[in-house]
């Protein structure tokens, strides 16, 4: 199956879990606070919290069973790297009120202005350090 086939199956799939969430449990299917609600002090409805974030670490198990290939998953070796990146994106979920999923693709989708100001910066700084990673 062609790349852009896929990109657009996993889009759709991402859409429709988006909406099944909210129709089921009427939260907003972001990610940093699915997660962070998993964390002490636990949640009370943890259960659906818990097999969200294992249908994300299986869902490339999915895709190998699909697309017959593993996708490839390229992460830095730098341990400096990725520690300085996880804490830069964590304090921008709590700086930003939510993540790329629950205002790209949530907030977006209800028209919230502080979603599109969120998702803006989040493409800004995408593109700055794409920018700076190959260039600098």
């Known amino acids: 199956m062609?790349?852009?086939?896929l990109a657009l199956l996993g889009g759709a799939m991402?859409?429709?879990?988006?909406?099944?969430?909210m129709a089921a449990h009427g939260n907003i299917m972001?990610?940093?606070g699915i997660v962070n609600r998993l964390l002490p002090p636990i949640a009370v409805d943890w259960q659906w919290r818990a097999l969200f974030v294992l249908g994300t670490v299986l869902s490339p198990v999915v895709a190998m069973l699909i697309s017959g290939q593993f996708p490839e998953i390229?992460?830095?070796?730098?341990?400096?790297?990725?520690?300085?990146?996880?804490?830069?994106?964590?304090?921008?979920?709590?700086t930003g009120n939510g993540c790329t999923s629950g205002h790209?693709?949530?907030?977006?989708?209800?028209h919230s202005t502080r979603s599109l100001v969120a998702t803006i910066v989040f493409m800004?700084?995408?593109?700055?350090t794409v920018y700076v990673v190959r260039h600098l």
């Open 2 to 5: 062609h790349d852009y086939l």
């Open 14 to 21: 991402i859409g429709f879990a988006a909406v099944l969430l």
């Open 30 to 32: 972001g990610v940093s």
């Open 74 to 94: 390229t992460i830095t070796k730098n341990p400096a790297v990725l520690l300085i990146g996880g804490l830069i994106v964590g304090v921008g979920t709590v």
């Open 104 to 110: 790209g693709v949530c907030g977006l989708s209800r």
């Open 124 to 128: 800004l700084s995408a593109i700055a």
